[in-house]
């Protein structure tokens, strides 16, 4: 009994053009992406900030390789996710009231030196001025 191989092999074959385009499609995609960063990154100005989303999503990894290989420093490309993430989120966060929100910072604006002791809810700042930790405290505790 012989076995026809034809089929098998034009099914093998489509499957690796499937394959090729798939992947010269998300090289095209990536580097479309990461030029749109770049320059929303050198006019201080998001553009198509969805779409940059979107594509990081995606193809995080191979957008980050790009981004390193064009020379874009590891701190400059996560303050521009940063940048990317909060004028995504800006619209919702302006629409809670003032009263109702929740500002968490990060341990690392805080001093070395902060008399701070951790607690269940996190740092209480004391206030020591050794940090702008306590300035921006107290100016959002003013703003409510």
Known sequence: ?????????????????????????????????VIIS???????????????????????????????????????MLSFFIKLHNSMNEPEFTRIPVTERAIFM??????SQCPAHLTPEGLKCRNCVQCTVGETRVLLEQLG
């Open 38 to 76: 770049l320059y929303s990154i050198r006019q201080k100005k998001l553009y198509f900030p969805k779409l940059i989303k979107s594509g990081l999503v995606f193809l995080e990894g191979l957008m980050k390789a790009m981004f390193r290989f064009l020379g874009l420093e590891d701190r400059e």
């Open 1 to 33: 009994m012989a076995f026809d191989f034809i089929p098998w092999n034009h099914l093998i074959y489509i499957i690796g053009e499937i394959t090729v385009i798939v992947i010269l499609g998300a090289l095209v995609i990536s580097f479309i992406l």
């Open 106 to 111: 990060p341990q690392c604006l805080r001093s």
